[in-house]
């Protein structure tokens, strides 16, 4: 049996600063989701 390595689902709140750290670090410093954290809430945060 193979181990699940990824999964998509919604952001948890807990995971919101490590999810915007990935975002700036691997696609772009000024990107609107790692700077935005409303658009971020409305679009991904799972409540």
């Known amino acids: 049996m193979q181990e699940i390595k990824h999964q998509i689902r ?3 709140r807990e995971e919101k600063d490590k999810l ?3 975002i ?3 696609w772009n410093e000024n990107h609107i989701l ?3 954290d409303s ?3 409305f679009q ?3 409540e």
């Open 34 to 36: 790692s700077i935005c």
């Open 44 to 46: 991904y945060l799972d």
């Open 10 to 12: 919604l952001c948890k």
């Open 24 to 26: 700036t670090k691997y």
């Open 20 to 22: 915007q750290s990935f």
């Open 39 to 41: 658009l971020l809430d």
